[in-house]
């Protein structure tokens, strides 16, 4: 078992390759229990091989705050808030969600990024709205190395590529793809979302019907 602690942070973070039931237990009651400042976390560390890859680390995290994924996003919204470039991202996205409303069920990231959770697949497709683009690509859940997850598409990346039209090292992320259009282009904001919705849903697609479920 490894021991990881962030004390300047207050955060606890217990990775094991396996976990009773009281260890989760315990990791829950001290969430529920202590201070508000302090956040405990329960992760279990697996190893992962996809053909004849090397092995990789593959972390899943078993017990966290209640809270914690609204606190990061909250986060991120305020450090995004007094960006110029903020009530324009703001208009794209209520924009997206009015012509595609399914998507309200994505996480939003700030007013940047928005994800949309794969997880019989332990992926996430993160979207993006920058000053010069929107775009899709390929991530892991929160906590996964990109290794890993290089690591996890390794057998099937030609295909992947070959029918997503991008590769897998892209340096804007993983099979990222975009389209340029300048966010203070606002003619242009209905298309940059109907742009960003389809290749999403081709992602989705793409995505389920080459790699099935995860192993």
């Given at each position: ?7 300047a942070a207050?955060?606890i973070?217990w ?6 039931q ?19 976390f ?9 053909g004849?890859?090397?092995f990789a ?7 966290r ?10 986060i ?6 007094s960006?110029?470039?903020t ?8 924009r997206?969600?009015?012509l ?5 069920n ?30 899709v690509?390929?991530?892991?859940i929160?906590?996964?190395d990109?290794?890993?997850?290089k690591?996890?598409?390794a057998s099937d ?12 090292e ?10 340029l ?24 697609s ?6 099935g479920?995860?192993?």
């Amino acid at each position: 078992m490894t021991y990881l602690t962030g004390l300047a942070a207050n955060i606890i973070i217990w990775v094991a390759p396996d976990f009773r039931q009281e260890h989760l237990s315990a990791i829950r009651w001290l969430n529920e229990n202590t201070l508000a400042s302090y956040s405990f976390f329960a992760v279990r560390l697996r190893v992962v091989q996809i053909g004849d890859s090397p092995f990789a680390p593959l972390f899943e995290i078993l017990e966290r705050p209640n809270d914690w994924d609204r606190q990061v996003q909250q986060i991120a919204t305020e450090a995004q808030a007094s960006r110029p470039g903020t009530p324009l991202k703001r208009a794209f996205w209520a924009r997206y969600l009015e012509l595609f409303p399914d998507a309200a069920n994505d996480i939003a990231i700030g007013w940047s990024t928005r994800w949309r959770a794969l997880p019989e697949l332990q992926l996430v497709l993160s979207q993006w709205r920058s000053e010069i683009s929107v775009g899709v690509f390929v991530r892991g859940i929160r906590g996964t190395d990109n290794s890993a997850i290089k690591d996890r598409l390794a057998s099937d990346v030609a295909e992947l590529e070959s029918r997503l039209g991008t590769v897998l090292e892209n340096p804007l992320g993983l099979l990222a793809t975009r389209w340029l259009t300048p966010l203070t282009d606002e003619s242009q904001r209905d298309e940059a979302a109907r742009w960003l919705h389809a290749a999403t849903e081709r992602y989705v697609s793409v995505l389920r019907e080459v790699l099935g479920e995860a192993n």
